[in-house]
Nanobody, 123 residues
Framework: VRLVESGGKFAQVGGSLTLSCAAS????????IAWFRQAPGKEREGVSC??????EYADSVKGRFTIAVNDAWNTMFLQMNGLKPEDTAGYYC???????????????????WGKGTLVTVSS
């Protein structure tokens, strides 16, 4: 499956953004899907994932970010509210076939990646 992110841009502190990730080559209904981010000088971290086990969120984004997928299972979203400067990062969508991972918030388990979209949060 091929993944392409979009929607990253400058945003103000407290603002909102929605990132999209379009899938081609396959639909996402047989995959665990996730969003990761990587800030300059930092390791890539799991932000949120959606799997047959439900939705998971990093503590840093709980209550502010929401992961979703469309009915056709070919586009995933990350709704980001209450943005903070520390949310500034490259955001990447990722996927792995169900049953082929232990933790969908761990990058090492993801098999398919997009190239990323940049989110910059500033006051």
């Amino acid at each position: 499956v091929r993944l392409v992110e979009s929607g990253g841009k400058f945003a103000q502190v407290g603002g909102s953004l929605t990132l999209s990730c379009a899938a081609s080559g396959d639909t996402l209904d047989d995959y665990a899907i996730a969003w990761f981010r990587q800030a300059p000088g930092k390791e890539r971290e799991g932000v949120s994932c959606l799997s047959t086990s439900g939705k998971e969120y990093a503590d840093s984004v709980k209550g502010r970010f929401t992961i979703a997928v469309n009915d056709a299972w070919n586009t995933m979203f990350l709704q980001m509210n209450g943005l903070k400067p520390e949310d500034t990062a490259g955001y990447y969508c990722a996927a792995v076939r169900e049953g082929e991972y232990n933790d969908c918030l761990e990058a090492e388990y993801m098999d398919y990646w997009g190239k990323g979209t940049l989110v910059t949060v500033s006051s």
